[in-house]
């Protein structure tokens, strides 16, 4: 299959829509979204090992996630009676319940819209010598706009922690006008952006603490 690269996609990108086959049935992939946030993220192939611990924790986190206002799914370089039979191997070996759709992309299509090819590792194909996908993460707000990305190699498990982490940080700095440092989890202090003046900051959240004029600190739990 030739290239097909389009745009790169960058934060703030429109997530490029799609319809397609999945292992739920067919989806416009922005009805799907709503006015939800989503997670996309890629497997290499089925029956694979890391692929399949990684879906079992997704789908072992996902009611996390729903309680967010977040809808997971996957995509992975197979059809849909793979992905189907693959579900019943990932239920088995993880305990999971796994109801979230996985993406059919055998001709890489989907994986090539958002640049989903390991363009360096040419081992990292399929038995027809087709590129498999590698591990990329896009979070995606309900206006469609991409707000995180992430890429793992084939060859590494991603953390599901961290993606949870990352979406609770994401809701966090849009609703309260804050910002989150360094290792952040629900709970801790919360950063006051710079363009926002110390008085304001009192005004708005209380107590803030200043370490430098451009590094204070408040906690919106707290309030």
């Known amino acids: 299959m030739a290239e097909e690269r389009a745009a790169p996609l960058r934060l703030g990108s429109t997530a490029p829509n799609f319809t397609t086959d999945t292992s739920n ?44 206002g977040v809808k997971l799914i996957g995509l992975s370089a197979n059809g849909t009676e793979s992905h189907k039979a693959w579900i019943k191997d990932i239920d088995e070996v993880t305990g999971s319940k796994l109801t979230f759709p996985i993406i059919s992309d055998p001709e890489r299509k989907i994986a090539y819209q958002y640049d989903m090819v390991d363009y360096q590792d040419t081992t990292n194909v399929d038995s027809k010598g087709m590129a498999l996908t590698i591990r990329s993460v896009f979070i995606i707000d309900p206006a469609k706009k991409i707000r995180l990305i992430m890429t793992y190699p084939a060859s590494t498990g991603r953390n599901t922690a ?41 005004k708005k959240f209380g107590e803030v603490r200043v370490v430098k004029p451009y590094l204070r600190f408040t906690n919106i739990e707290k309030k």
């Open 25 to 68: 049935g067919p989806i416009t992939f922005h009805d799907y979204i709503g006015n939800s946030w989503a997670i996309l993220f890629s497997h290499p192939d089925d029956f694979t090992p890391i692929c399949t611990t990684e879906l079992g924790a997704f789908a072992k986190l996902e009611p996390e996630f729903t309680a967010r």
């Open 162 to 202: 961290e993606v949870l982490r990352v979406i609770d940080a994401l809701q966090t700095t849009e609703k309260h006008g804050v910002t989150t440092p360094i290792n952040w989890l629900p709970g801790d202090d919360v950063v006051i952006p710079p363009p926002v003046s110390t008085e304001d900051a009192q």
